[in-house]
């Protein structure tokens, strides 16, 4: 029996290889000689690294950069065989690495993506997959690209290098900018739809998780919405609208107003890296799942993606969560054969997100799935 795992991480859990080591170990204690294949997966998000990072010829590097408020850390990103950098933004400007008393988008900065496209030109990289989610900012971009040398200058040419300054830029000045940006191309893995300003941008979606009140969020709206007029005058493009420009906080509209970028699906893009179609063909069996089956899964997530290629190959796929209560019919649908919560017993939250908790009940959960399987197949 040749099965492939493809699990996601669970969010602040556990990793998606640490979850596919307990699912092999439940599968091999029903099926002792089964072929095992772990292929750890992501959507473009976290654990974007660590899923490309198992391609053969790949390396991690760690490099130094800015922290969402400007503190020196140190970050890994990976470059591909092929001398692809991928990049997650928030191993540089995510929400997870400042305290929540510290959260306040005003003043977080992307300047450390920046500084990790920056590390990986100097190493000769010139085309690159940044995975946007989990930012802890509202700058539009405009950290990064001060990094990346580009200046934003009001109207006495002082610098402006915060997001709720980004009204009172009139100039933008290039002439400091990396030259070797004119050979770089960007793929951009984005799964969400919001424009730059408005209702549903940037900041009314997003910007109070981050740690802006009401006064705050239509503040940053209304500085997003200067920036994008100064930007679109320069470049003459409309972008503020493009879907995806307001994903992290703006920096979708960042990347493509001033780099050659192109958005596209996290998940499409992954799955095209780690060959997932090619590896699916003539399994058996699939295992998937990520931290929270819900509507959501069938739209752009790891499950929906792999869901899709067992359903064109027309293999059984089964998914595993740590919670399935809000997931519907659609599930289905998508390719997903079955799907199975970890938990079987009451448990709080907390309890359940201890890694070991997680890790022992996930290999349970799965060993208990494949007697069955075994079983049924005698009959």
């Not at 290098?161 to 900018?177: H, N, P, T, Y």
């Amino acid at each position: 029996m040749k099965t492939i795992i493809a699990i996601d991480s669970f969010k602040g859990c556990a990793s998606s290889n640490e979850l596919a080591q307990q699912i092999k170990q439940g599968i091999l204690k029903v099926y002792k000689d089964s072929e095992i294949i772990i292929c750890p997966i992501a959507d473009g998000g976290e654990g974007t690294v660590e899923a490309l990072s198992s391609i053969e010829g790949s390396r991690l590097v760690l490099a130094t950069c800015s922290n969402p408020l400007g503190e020196k850390i140190q970050a890994q990103y990976v470059i591909l065989k092929d001398n692809i950098a991928v990049i997650e933004m928030a191993s540089a400007s995510g929400l997870e690495l400042i305290s929540e008393n510290e959260r306040n988008p005003g003043i977080t900065s992307t300047f450390g993506t920046g500084d990790l496209i920056k590390d990986a030109i100097k190493k000769g990289v010139r085309e690159f997959i940044i995975g946007i989610g989990g930012s802890a900012t509202n700058d539009a971009g405009l950290g990064m690209l001060r990094s990346l040398g580009f200046r934003f200058l009001d109207k006495l040419g002082n610098e402006i290098s915060l997001a709720k300054e980004l009204g009172k830029i009139v100039k933008i000045d290039r002439s400091k900018s990396l030259e070797e940006l004119k050979e770089c191309k960007f793929k951009i893995a984005c799964d969400v739809n919001n424009p730059l300003f408005g209702e549903n941008g940037a900041a009314h979606i997003y910007a109070k998780q981050k740690g802006a009140d009401e006064k705050m969020i239509l503040d940053l709206d209304e500085q997003l919405k200067h920036f994008a007029k100064v930007v679109e005058d320069k470049v003459e493009k409309k972008l503020n609208e493009y879907p995806g420009a307001g994903a992290a906080g703006g920096l979708g509209f960042g990347f493509l107003a001033f780099l050659n970028s192109e958005l596209k699906s996290g998940i499409k893009i992954i799955l095209e890296q780690l060959d997932i179609k090619g590896k699916i063909k003539g399994a058996d069996f699939v295992v998937t799942g990520e931290g929270k089956i819900d509507k959501q899964s069938a739209m752009g997530k790891v499950l929906s993606g792999i869901g899709k290629v067992c359903k064109e190959e027309g293999v059984t796929c089964i998914a595993l969560s740590g919670n399935s209560s809000e997931a519907d019919l659609s599930i289905h649908e998508i390719g997903i054969t079955a799907f199975f919560p970890i938990l079987n017993c009451p448990i709080n939250l907390k309890d359940a997100m201890f890694k070991q908790n997680a890790l022992a009940l996930t290999q349970k959960k799965t060993e208990q799935i494949f007697r069955l399987i075994k079983a049924t197949s005698k009959t």
